[in-house]
């Protein structure tokens, strides 16, 4: 796999997953648009929204007006959890599809777990709205080991990949193990830590070395071991920063001294958000 330009992508499953998108998570109206058709003009050929996100309408508007093909741009939507159940499901896909002004999406994702709706119902209906052509691929987001493992003994179509809270802060191994081990993509939200990247010394230090911002450290840390990043800005000058992280590689000790700064409480990304229970 090359990964010398911004469109370098992964394979999983069949699905082939370009290593940098755009995150969209807060970009609203006008200011959505225009940042998502910077992006598709820039290079980025991948926009990760969400039903909750509120921006699937505009996400669709940046893409017509990049005049970028749609079958080259890579969309991922998520379903929130209130709509787990079966019928639901089916009818939430469809009005992504409606706000999006698209036919299909290329990954639907499960948003959060939902521990209230039986997960084998709900990956049935997943599965459903894949073979019914609403979704060319289905994953998952913010499963834990155990869940993975559930996942994937329970769907009938191949789930290509799971979104987490994925950067240098934070130990996400295991989960990376098990995604690995089913030939599941990882995902990386908040990959430079919601900002937080910009301001590590030691990010900075080995950004230095390479003529890097430390946000290009951070994301090169992440696309170096085939994690695909969606880094979100609001900041049409910050695109091409983060795009720029392909052109340079980090060596081996740079790698491990980037792991070491995982911290037990490096999770930025509350669960409670997402009204977490017991999840397993
Ligand atoms: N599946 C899930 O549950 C889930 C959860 C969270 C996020 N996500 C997805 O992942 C995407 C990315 O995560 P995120 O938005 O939480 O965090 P992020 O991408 O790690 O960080 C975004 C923040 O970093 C700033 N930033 C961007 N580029 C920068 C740079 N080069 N230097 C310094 N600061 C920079 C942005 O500010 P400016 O706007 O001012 O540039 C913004 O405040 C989301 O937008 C969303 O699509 C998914």
Not at 143 to 167: D, G, K, M, Y
Request: overall charge positive.
């Amino acid at each position: 796999m090359s990964t010398s330009t911004p469109v370098a992508s992964v394979e999983a499953q069949g699905a082939r997953i370009p290593l940098l998108g755009l995150g969209t998570w807060e970009l609203r109206g006008r200011a959505c648009t225009r940042v998502v058709e910077q992006a598709l003009r820039l290079g980025y050929r991948h926009v990760d929204t969400a039903e909750i996100y509120e921006n699937e309408r505009e996400v669709g508007e940046g893409l017509r007006a990049s005049g970028i093909k749609r079958g080259e741009v890579f969309i991922t939507t998520k379903i929130w959890p209130t709509h787990y159940a079966p019928h639901e499901l089916a009818r939430a896909a469809r009005d992504c599809l409606v706000r999006l002004r698209l036919s299909e999406v290329d990954l639907l994702l499960l948003h959060w777990p939902n521990p209230q709706i039986p997960l084998s119902e709900t990956l049935g209906a997943l599965c459903k709205v894949k073979r019914d052509g609403l979704a060319r691929n289905i994953g998952v987001s913010n499963f834990t080991v155990a869940l993975i493992e559930q996942a994937v003994r329970a769907a009938s179509e191949p789930l290509v990949c799971n979104q987490i809270e994925c950067h240098p802060f934070l130990d996400q191994s295991k989960v990376i193990a098990a995604c690995r081990r089913h030939h599941m993509a990882v995902v990386a939200y908040s990959p430079i830590a919601r900002g937080k990247a910009r301001d590590d010394e030691l990010l900075q230090r080995i950004g230095a070395a390479h003529k890097k911002t430390a946000a290009q450290v951070c994301l090169r840390f992440l696309v170096q071991q085939d994690i695909v990043v969606i880094p979100r800005t609001s900041k049409v000058e910050r695109l091409s920063e983060n795009a720029a992280t392909f052109d340079f590689g980090l060596s081996e000790t740079e790698m491990a001294q980037i792991a070491a700064l995982a911290r037990p409480g490096g999770r930025i990304i509350d669960w409670a958000f997402a009204g977490r229970p017991q999840w397993d």
